[in-house]
């Protein structure tokens, strides 16, 4: 069994709500829910501009958004899960005002959402249909067990 998770700041500057070892920590945590035996992840921490840039991309949607994930197929149940997550900070931050949380508690939030993308889950697009998803609640579930919540911060 091997989750190989790495994690790079893409040259961001200034604190991060939560170290990189933590961000890898929390990706293992959700593989390990999932009953995921062997993974590669990778986790790249990037600006406003290059996750806009990922996003018109990759999805074809105009601006930034929070978390991009990109998993690979696996030719049989025995290959590792595969994916890369990127995820952008900033608009974490400025989630976690609008809902009234911690800015840890978002990154926090970004990771476990990033990976569960990752191992196939999804969510409609719509922000009152998304939060009520199943892949949403497995999220919150998710967090609350590791109590990266408010809290406990």
């Known amino acids: 069994m ?3 998770v790495d994690v790079a700041t893409d040259g961001l500057r200034g604190p991060l709500p939560l170290a990189r070892q933590t961000i890898a920590d ?5 593989l390990r829910a999932e009953r995921v035996r062997d993974a590669l992840l990778s986790i790249t921490l990037v600006d406003r501009r290059t996750i806009a840039r990922l996003n018109r991309r990759h999805l ?6 929070d978390v991009i994930s990109f ?3 696996r030719v049989s149940a025995h290959d590792p899960v595969v994916g890369d997550v990127y995820i952008a900070p ?3 931050r400025q989630n976690a005002r609008e809902r009234g949380v911690p800015p840890r ?3 926090a939030r970004l990771v476990v959402h990033g990976v569960l993308h990752v191992l196939g889950y999804d ?3 719509h922000d009152g249909e998304r939060e009520s998803s199943s892949m949403w609640r497995r999220q919150e579930r998710l967090l609350r067990r590791w109590a990266v919540r408010r ?3």
């Open 151 to 153: 809290s406990r911060q």
């Open 60 to 65: 074809g949607h105009l601006g930034p958004t």
């Open 2 to 4: 091997s989750l190989d």
């Open 90 to 92: 900033e608009i974490g």
């Open 71 to 73: 998993g690979f197929e």
């Open 123 to 125: 969510h409609p697009d």
């Open 105 to 107: 508690e978002e990154l």
């Open 26 to 30: 929390l990706a293992r945590k959700t």
